[in-house]
């Protein structure tokens, strides 16, 4: 656990609205790691959501954000057919999330599963416009957004509280509670959800009180694209067990599986 620190809460935070827990989770979009720890947040949201409000930091790097900024605007215009740069999908995401916090969090996981499922090249800007359109943004606003100098701003945003919290590996989680004079507790690194669970009693210094998990059939309503392995996790099943559940409702022409080289995806059909 040398990995957990202790710091103090940026100025201004994001509002708690009665949930006295904040969690930072700092998350590059396209790398494995943050794949690795979706099923645990997921769990997290489904069991605890009522003691915490949360927000992804994006934390990837850039060179060019200036530069860059002017040729999205480039390519809107019709200057250039599309783009291609590594740092797109984070302006994206920024983007997305300038149609609320839960667009954009769709747009993050609708990206991640591009990536699993070997689609067309997510730094590309036509693809990441597609991506759009499958989550069912409000593509005007989308576009527009894309190119300007608040999606940047939202990114750097990002990048500075990176900075400021010295978050110097992805992904991290960063708990805050509601006392504003508290110092915050850094989690650098994934650990198992048992950790997560304690942290949240203990800084909540009561008992938890898990929410019920969904049925499977509104699990995938809320996620829409899940993994074996996800499943498996979230239900505190094997993973062949969980296999069998969702192989039924395949038969049931609920869903649909998609074998990937480095997973089994789910989702409704």
């Not at 979706?38 to 200036?66: C, D, G």
């Not at 990536?115 to 593509?139: C, G, R, W």
């Not at 005007?140 to 990114?155: C, H, L, P, Y």
Request: charged residues 25%; contains cysteine; hydrophobic residues 40%.
């Amino acid at each position: 656990m040398n990995n957990i620190q202790m710091l103090q809460e940026p100025t201004p935070t994001i509002s708690t609205a009665n949930k006295p827990i904040e969690l930072y989770i700092f998350v590059d979009p396209l790398c494995p790691e943050a794949f690795s720890m979706q099923a645990t947040l997921r769990k997290l949201q489904l069991e605890y959501n009522h003691y915490f409000t949360w927000r992804y930091v994006l934390s990837t790097e850039l060179t060019s954000l200036n530069c860059l900024s002017k040729r999205v605007k480039g390519c809107i215009s019709g200057i250039e057919l599309d783009i291609n740069h590594p740092v797109l999908p984070s302006i994206a995401i920024k983007a997305a999330e300038l149609q609320g916090k839960r667009a954009g969090a769709r747009y993050l996981s609708k990206l991640q599963e591009y990536v699993l499922l070997s689609h067309q090249d997510v730094n590309s800007y036509a693809t990441l416009l597609k991506i759009a359109e499958d989550v069912q943004l409000d593509m005007n606003e989308f576009t527009v957004d894309f190119g300007s100098k608040e999606a940047a701003r939202a990114f750097q945003c990002d990048l500075y509280i990176k900075r400021e919290m010295e978050v110097d590996e992805v992904p991290s989680i960063v708990f805050f509670n509601e006392c504003i004079e508290d110092e915050g507790l850094k989690v650098s690194g994934s650990y198992s959800y048992e950790v997560y669970e304690h942290i949240l009693q203990e800084m909540l210094s009561e008992q938890l009180v898990r929410q019920p998990l969904p049925s499977i059939e509104d699990l995938f309503s809320k996620f829409h694209t899940l993994s074996t392995n996800e499943i498996a996790f979230i239900y505190s099943l094997t993973e062949q067990a969980a296999e069998r559940e969702l192989k039924k409702r395949m038969l049931q022409q609920k869903l649909e599986r998609i074998q990937t080289t480095h997973a089994t995806l789910w989702r409704l059909k």
